[in-house]
């Protein structure tokens, strides 16, 4: 087994040296936060990955891209893992050689590597790395990845097969047959994997595959799968240790620190659980080391970085200088707490979801369909408990269908109507389903009274119209007859025998 700091080897030297050593096992990181990623690797191929995060569950993924199969779901999370683990500038990692994966699923690494090397990671990151090469000269390289599957496109594939070593990387760049910053990328991954290796042109001296010496990543983890170990140094070279501006690539690197932290904690360089004083310290301790003027000797390109990474620092520190403000932003990112305005939005986005479901169900209500009216209602109640028009319908359709059927159901939807009344004074449509209710158990009188108040609250209420219009003819007619059977009777009783 191997471990090590993501803040000594980057997370994308230690995925490529393992593609280049056709490594077997499990490449396991892990940071502070308890956050793991875990990439499984046959052969130098990525197999598997796993994730203790929710956002990078295949819920989580599913619910984005429904219509994606399983083995898209797969290479969807490994992307994601992989973009995240590389922007990590703090953690630990180990490589257990010979794990199985739990399952297998057909990931194109190389893509993936190259999709982060142009989405996320800069190129002044790429030149950091390259930083003393800019001399040497680079030739092809028998290694585990072979050139034929880099993703890098049919020109920048032949350009690189091109080169013996009689070029420097400078000349390879400026005739590059596309733009610099590809040319530059295709480099990068080429040298990274093994496919290329620089030298000098008098002893063609070559490099092994991550740019490093016996004491790189690649050679450590060769020992852990059965490839002849080197004898490691203490702190090994890596690509930035050629002779070059240390200041700029320090810089440079500090800025690619600050751009890629996760969070505040990382921009700052502390734990979440700091005392003041630590954050305070923190925050000074970077103030001073990027102030610009500590930097003008050293030329405007060095003030210019310094001050751009300081607005970095001091946006993330105004976020925590208080230990109110504190307090929200580690009860936000790190319990997952939600801010007042954080649930005002959830709460917007609710009510414009529940109104949706609420219309939708208005279609099915006004077609006759009152299952399906019933169970949209039923939706943007429970989203919305406390809109009384919601209420109202979904109590409505509670008692129409539980009438004669579950008299106790149909008696709490009436009530539900009743209280949606009672929560909102001028609920007009409340009172025409209280007066459709009363009409239903041939309550005429209340039904009529219903209708009408709710013309009395809205009189453009067309529904109230037709149905008040509705409720009087009902009730003549049933006053007629009543006096038809009052006069039989009276002439039953008082007429000529």
Known sequence: MQTGQVADKPILELICSLAAQKASGRLEVFTHEKRRRAFYFEHGRLSDTRSNLKSESGDRLRDRHPDASDDDIHRRQARLRLRNAVRLTEGEWEFRPNVPPKSRTEIDLMKLVWDVLGQDIGVDVIETRLVGHDSKF???????????????????????????????????????????????????????????????????????????????????????VGNEAMAPDEDGPTLTSDVGDIEMTRLRQELHRVQNAEDIFGVLGVHWDASDEEYRKAFVTLARE????????????????????????????????????????????????????????????????????????????????????????????????????????????????????????????????????????????????????????????????????????????????????????????????????????????????
């Open 290 to 497: 990027l102030h610009p003027d500590r930097w003008q000797s050293h030329g405007p390109d060095h003030v210019a970085l310094a001050e751009e990474i300081l607005s970095i620092v001091n946006e993330a520190w105004a976020q925590v200088d208080e230990p109110d403000k504190r307090k929200i932003y580690v009860d936000s990112v790190i319990h997952g707490i939600k801010t007042e305005d954080e649930l005002a939005m959830e709460k917007v986005r609710a009510i414009l979801a529940a109104e949706d479901r609420f219309k939708a169900g208005l279609v099915q209500f006004n077609r006759g369909a009152m299952v399906k009216a019933h169970e949209l209602f039923k939706e943007a109640f429970e989203m919305v408990p406390e809109e009384a028009e919601f209420r109202a319908y979904y109590g409505f359709t509670t008692f129409k269908l539980n009438w004669g059927k579950d008299d106790q159901r149909a008696q709490g939807g009436v009530t539900m109507i009743k209280e949606a009344i009672d929560d909102h004074v001028k609920l007009d449509q409340g009172w025409v389903l209280l007066g459709l209710v009363f009409r239903q158990v041939g309550k005429q009188k209340s039904s009529f009274n219903a209708f009408k108040r709710a013309l009395e609250m809205n009189n453009s209420n067309a529904e109230a119209v037709r149905e008040l219009r509705r409720a009087r003819t009902e009730l003549e007619k049933q006053k007629k007859k009543s006096e038809n059977e009052s006069k039989g009777l009276f002439g039953r009783l008082f007429g000529k025998k």
């Open 138 to 224: 680079p030739r092809l390289s028998d290694s585990g990845v072979s050139l034929a599957d880099l993703p890098i496109g049919p020109e920048l594939r032949g350009m690189i097969e091109e080169l013996d070593g009689t070029r420097p990387l400078d000349d390879v760049l400026d005739f590059a047959p596309s733009d610099p910053d590809s040319a530059r990328r295709a480099m990068y991954l080429a040298l990274l994997v093994g496919v290329l290796t620089f030298g000098e042109v008098e002893a063609q001296a070559e490099i092994r595959a991550t740019g490093m010496d016996d004491n790189s990543i690649a050679d450590l983890i060769a020992g852990a």
